[in-house]
């Protein structure tokens, strides 16, 4: 064997070497119960890996993130405890990014704090995508204290376990509903935040808490205050796949799918003496996958010591109504519609001013052509309509 195979072999070794390494690391981190006797830090630092650890990413839009994070060569952690998200998602991620050191899934409640803290001492996360919440307004209002325990203290324990570890990115999933009401339109980041429902309350303090903990700390921090969101993966691999359960709570178009399907007669809009052009809420929609580029964006921008806060939406408010049509053409189905009254906590309008957004982060909505992204969603429900199936 002359010198130059030689070197080639041992560098070929070493690189097989490694990758044994990490897979066994990662392989211990992944069967893990959040019980690790032994902490095993998973670290991708020393190979220029961003490992980022994504919090409900069994979830709708976390593993819309998730999937978006694994494209771009980050390895991700998600931890979910389940109550809302789809184990079925996160086998469809490692499905398509099969090798152990570039996804592990840790099952873990957030408001254990004991399991967090010894999620975040096994792995060397270089920042945390903070998604993990309840996320229904009405439902908000008849469990409030259910929102504050799980998005309040729960961004609590995320954070103080994040500054006891060093770790020094936090991307945070906010909302418009923090503003509540406000009168003028469009809303711009400067728009007094005032939430009328515990949801949007439940935000608001875990968005303080951030603001905070931040003026002391070296912490990059980003909030993101979405508004609605929509959509699915263009390549169909995954869809939104809320709890049976949680339908009377849902968005709506989960309630137009179901209408479209037959799973219900037909679709129950709340409230169309709304002071609008049309008496129906008046909504900003952002597909998920112009959302979860804004997630890549405001990670790519992220500055120690500095909290950047915007606005994600498409700037364009659209009707309850026209949501509707829009649905009844992408699915090709006549939805029967009921009028019934308000639901409590709902506001009139809402839309976005994202030019702070564009500006800064560079982003722009790409996929506004409300249509086409419910037709992308519907190619989704259909094949899917039980979810991600039993077991999920
Ligand atoms: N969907 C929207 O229109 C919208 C709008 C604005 C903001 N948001 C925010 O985006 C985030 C994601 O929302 P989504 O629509 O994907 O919801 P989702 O219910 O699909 O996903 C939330 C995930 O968090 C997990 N989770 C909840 N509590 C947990 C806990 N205590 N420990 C561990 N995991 C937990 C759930 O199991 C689920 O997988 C939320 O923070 C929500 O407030 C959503």
């Known amino acids: 064997m002359d010198y130059v195979e030689s070197k080639i072999k041992n560098k070929f070794s070493g690189k097989v070497l490694l990758a044994a390494s990490l897979a066994a690391l990662c392989i211990i981190a992944l069967i893990q119960s959040p019980n690790i006797s032994s902490p095993n830090e998973l670290s991708h630092r020393d190979i220029g890996i961003m490992h980022v650890l994504v919090t409900g990413g069994a979830g709708y839009i976390g593993s819309h993130a998730a999937l978006r994070l694994l494209k771009d060569s980050y390895c991700v952690t998600i931890v979910d405890n389940l109550s809302r998200g789809n184990l079925g998602a996160v086998k469809v991620l490692q499905e398509l990014f099969p090798e152990p050191w570039r996804l592990q899934f840790i099952y873990a409640d957030l408001g254990d704090a004991k399991s967090v803290n010894k999620i975040f001492a096994a792995n060397a996360f270089d920042a945390v995508m903070h998604f993990a919440a309840v996320a229904y307004v009405g439902e908000s209002t008849l469990d409030p204290l259910r929102y504050y325990n799980n998005i309040t203290s729960n961004t609590l324990v995320v954070v103080e376990a994040m500054a006891a570890h060093g770790v020094k990115t936090l991307i945070y999933s906010s909302t418009c509903a923090t503003y509540g009401e406000p009168e003028k339109m469009p809303i711009t980041e400067k728009t007094p935040q005032a939430p009328i429902n515990p949801y949007g309350k439940a935000k608001k303090m875990a968005e303080d808490i951030i603001l905070d903990f931040s003026k002391t700390s070296d912490m990059a921090v980003m909030i993101l205050r979405y508004f609605n969101v929509i959509g699915s993966d263009p390549e169909g691999r995954l869809g939104e796949a809320p709890r049976p359960e949680l339908r009377e709570h849902g968005r709506i178009s989960g309630a137009c799918f ?49 909290v950047g806060i915007y606005n994600v939406g498409t700037g364009k408010g659209r009707s309850v109504k ?43 909505a790409q996929y506004t052509d409300l249509q086409q992204s419910l037709q992308i969603a519907w190619t989704w429900q259909k094949l899917h309509r039980n979810g991600y199936g039993t077991g999920s």
Do not use: M
């Open 322 to 364: 026209e949501f509707v049509e829009a649905c009844k053409k992408a699915t090709g189905v006549d939805i029967k519609v009921e009028y019934l009254s308000r639901r409590p906590g709902d506001y009139a309008q809402v839309y976005s001013d994202p030019s702070k957004i564009n500006r800064e982060l560079n982003w722009t």
């Open 258 to 306: 179901d209408a479209a399907l037959g799973i219900v007669p037909g679709l129950k809009i709340r409230g169309a003496d709304y002071n609008t052009a049309d008496g129906t809420c008046v909504r900003d929609y952002i597909d998920v996958n112009d959302l979860v580029d804004a997630h890549v964006k405001a990670l790519a921008h992220a500055k120690a010591r500095e």
